[in-house]
């Protein structure tokens, strides 16, 4: 792994590639991972908010799209605490952690990346209870992408008398949208960005733990993100996955359990990234 500061639109921001893949994360701001692509042809396929490009210390929450780290469900305070503030970085071993300030709900955020080979890499998401009560928290990173298809696994149970799962609907999706579209054979889900200025948000609950993968693609670009489903209760009537669009972005999520998380102690989510190009 490679690190090195550089200007990224206005911000001054972290590089880090290992040769095949890069990534860019603003340290003026955040937590943010606003670059994601090949070293290649240095596409990035994460999705930004230009209108948002170098702003610092704004008193509002602010979206600059691409990754960021959020704690389930929505809320529309906690979930908006603005995030506008300079983090830090450090090495550990050969992995690079990025850290933000404690924020003030009392819990701060960091994201660990760890290229395992030359087009993955995983990404450790951990939110840490720095306040002096209990709090019960659920991780939620989001991949904000730029356009392009999202294919998400279909609950399966191999008991056919049993329910598989659930599909959980929000207020403002339509079950015959036309961007969304089911595959029974392959047992998936599609979810194609459009410029429709209506919001689309579908979950899936997922009923036995394993590893899921959620899938996005642009022309001959792929990305992959996998994750190991624990046992446990999830928020958003069980959802482990989530997928939201508008006729801006298309976002990849995915949750972690419920926890009840001590003071001092911390709550952690894994996923692993992959992106390559189709021949």
Same mark, same amino acid.
């Given at each position: 792994?490679?690190?090195? !500061? $550089?200007?990224?639109?206005? /911000?001054?921001?972290?590089?880090?590639?290992? *040769?095949?893949?890069? @990534?860019?994360? #603003?340290?003026?701001?955040?937590?943010?991972?606003?670059?994601?692509?090949?070293?290649?042809?240095?596409?990035?396929?994460?999705?930004?908010?230009?209108?948002?490009?170098?702003?610092?210390?704004?008193?509002?929450?602010?979206?600059?799209?691409?990754?960021?780290?959020?704690?389930?469900?929505?809320?529309?305070?906690?979930?908006?605490?603005?995030?506008?503030?300079?983090?830090?970085?450090?090495?550990?071993?050969?992995?690079?952690?990025?850290?933000?300030?404690?924020?003030?709900?009392?819990?701060?955020?960091?994201?660990?990346?760890?290229?395992?080979?030359?087009?993955?890499?995983?990404?450790?998401?951990?939110?840490?209870?720095?306040s002096n009560l !209990? $709090?019960?928290?659920?991780? /939620?990173?989001?991949?904000?992408?730029?356009? *392009?298809?999202?294919? @998400?696994?279909? #609950?399966?149970?191999?008991?056919?008398?049993?329910?598989?799962?659930?599909?959980?609907?929000?207020?403002?999706?339509?079950?015959?949208?036309?961007?969304?579209?089911?595959?029974?054979?392959?047992?998936?889900?599609?979810?194609?960005?459009?410029?429709?200025?209506?919001?689309?948000?579908?979950?899936?609950?997922?009923?036995?733990?394993?590893?899921?993968?959620?899938?996005?693609?642009?022309?001959?670009?792929?990305?992959?993100?996998?994750?190991?489903?624990?046992?446990?209760?999830?928020?958003?009537?069980?959802?482990?996955i989530e997928c939201?669009?508008?006729?801006?972005?298309?976002?990849?999520?995915?949750?972690?359990?419920?926890?009840?998380?001590?003071?001092?102690?911390?709550?952690?989510?894994?996923?692993?990234?992959?992106?390559?190009?189709?021949?």
């Open positions: 792994m490679n690190i090195r !500061e $550089q200007n990224y639109k206005g /911000w001054q921001s972290l590089l880090i590639t290992n *040769g095949a893949m890069e @990534l860019v994360a #603003p340290l003026d701001v955040g937590i943010r991972l606003l670059h994601l692509g090949l070293t290649v042809d240095r596409s990035n396929c994460l999705f930004e908010r230009e209108m948002d490009a170098g702003k610092r210390n704004s008193t509002e929450w602010l979206l600059y799209g691409g990754h960021r780290l959020w704690i389930a469900p929505e809320d529309e305070v906690q979930s908006y605490i603005p995030d506008n503030s300079p983090i830090t970085y450090s090495r550990i071993a050969d992995a690079v952690r990025l850290s933000e300030p404690v924020a003030l709900n009392g819990l701060q955020k960091e994201i660990e990346l760890l290229f395992e080979s030359e087009n993955r890499l995983r990404v450790l998401h951990r939110v840490n209870n720095r !209990e $709090q019960k928290i659920s991780l /939620w990173p989001i991949t904000a992408f730029a356009g *392009g298809v999202a294919t @998400l696994p279909l #609950p399966i149970n191999r008991r056919p008398l049993n329910a598989a799962g659930a599909i959980v609907l929000w207020p403002y999706t339509k079950m015959d949208d036309p961007r969304i579209s089911y595959n029974h054979n392959s047992h998936n889900v599609k979810i194609e960005q459009r410029g429709e200025t209506q919001p689309l948000k579908i979950g899936l609950a997922h009923a036995e733990p394993g590893v899921i993968s959620l899938d996005w693609t642009r022309g001959s670009l792929r990305f992959r993100k996998s994750f190991e489903r624990q046992a446990g209760t999830y928020p958003d009537f069980g959802s482990c939201y669009t508008n006729h801006e972005l298309i976002e990849l999520e995915t949750l972690s359990p419920e926890t009840k998380c001590a003071p001092g102690a911390c709550v952690e989510h894994t996923e692993i990234w992959e992106i390559w190009r189709e021949v």
